[in-house]
């Protein structure tokens, strides 16, 4: 990316006011026509525009000024910028070697049956395809649909494990919770759980009842035993 004079305008304002360069000069640095040079220097445009000092800015040097001055037919620079800022990338299709793009139909079949929640556009940044070739690889109408395999794009080296979490989570946000019938259970009818409860409640109550009898006739057997004992002690 070229490099760009910051507020021009400004900046020619602050020549015309402080330097001897011509208009031509100016204009050529600036981008300006001459003659809108002339009118900022007649006052007669550019009246409310503050000067721009370009030296402060860091855009052009005190001695870059004194050659122009010095030589009319001196073409002013730009100075070169102490701190460079990187370009944003551009979003778009991710770009797919060519290598690799035979692999593709297979990464989208496998991500069209293992993520359905996953949107075309999704897809499509994901493995960089188009979104007819997705619907037709979904539609089995792909002219290869037969001979297609699922295949992880992960490790086909299409796209990075983080990117295609990152397209799942995304994909999963709006997405509802689950039913019970979709997890495969379900829950018992309300009838069979109070019969469950109440023959429960009846069989620990009998089971207590025939404890209970059991050792009540244990103990009475006991007494009886130890009565007959006594009697036969006193006879003897």
């Given at each position: 990316?070229?490099?760009?004079?910051?507020?021009?305008?400004?900046?020619?304002?602050?020549?015309?006011?402080?330097?001897?360069?011509?208009?031509?000069?100016?204009?050529?640095?600036?981008?300006?026509?001459?003659?809108?040079?002339?009118?900022?220097?007649?006052?007669?445009?550019?009246?409310?525009?503050?000067?721009?000092?370009?030296?402060?800015?860091?855009?052009?040097?005190?001695?870059?000024?004194?050659?122009?001055?010095?030589?009319?037919?001196?073409?002013?620079?730009?100075?070169?910028?102490?701190?460079?800022v990187p370009e944003s990338k551009?979003?778009?299709?991710?770009?797919?070697?060519?290598?690799?793009?035979?692999?593709?139909?297979?990464?989208?079949?496998?991500?069209?049956?293992?993520?359905?929640?996953?949107?075309?556009?999704?897809?499509?940044?994901?493995?960089?395809?188009?979104?007819?070739?997705?619907?037709?690889?979904?539609?089995?109408?792909?002219?290869?649909?037969?001979?297609?395999?699922?295949?992880?794009?992960?490790?086909?080296?299409?796209?990075?494990?983080?990117?295609?979490?990152?397209?799942?989570?995304?994909?999963?946000?709006?997405?509802?919770?689950?039913?019970?019938?979709?997890?495969?259970?379900?829950?018992?009818?309300?009838?069979?759980?109070?019969?469950?409860?109440?023959?429960?409640?009846?069989?620990?109550?009998?089971?207590?009842?025939?404890?209970?009898?059991?050792?009540?006739?244990?103990?009475?057997?006991?007494?009886?035993?130890?009565?007959?004992?006594?009697?036969?002690?006193?006879?003897?």
């Amino acid at each position: 990316m070229a490099q760009q004079l910051l507020m021009p305008k400004a900046t020619a304002v602050w020549l015309v006011d402080n330097t001897a360069l011509s208009f031509d000069q100016i204009a050529n640095f600036c981008k300006l026509h001459p003659l809108e040079v002339k009118a900022i220097a007649d006052g007669e445009a550019a009246q409310g525009i503050k000067g721009l000092d370009p030296i402060a800015t860091g855009q052009l040097s005190r001695d870059e000024i004194e050659r122009g001055e010095k030589d009319v037919n001196y073409k002013l620079k730009l100075s070169e910028p102490k701190v460079r800022v990187p370009e944003s990338k551009r979003r778009g299709p991710r770009y797919t070697p060519v290598s690799k793009r035979q692999d593709r139909p297979n990464a989208i079949l496998w991500l069209v049956r293992n993520h359905p929640e996953l949107k075309d556009a999704q897809i499509s940044r994901l493995v960089g395809t188009t979104k007819s070739t997705i619907e037709q690889i979904r539609e089995r109408t792909h002219w290869n649909s037969t001979n297609l395999t699922p295949m992880d794009p992960v490790t086909l080296g299409l796209c990075s494990q983080i990117d295609l979490d990152l397209e799942v989570e995304r994909a999963s946000k709006g997405r509802p919770l689950p039913t019970a019938a979709e997890l495969g259970a379900s829950l018992q009818p309300a009838a069979e759980t109070e019969n469950l409860g109440f023959s429960y409640r009846n069989e620990r109550e009998e089971e207590k009842e025939i404890d209970a009898d059991a050792v009540f006739a244990k103990l009475s057997s006991l007494k009886s035993t130890r009565r007959d004992d006594d009697e036969e002690d006193e006879r003897f």
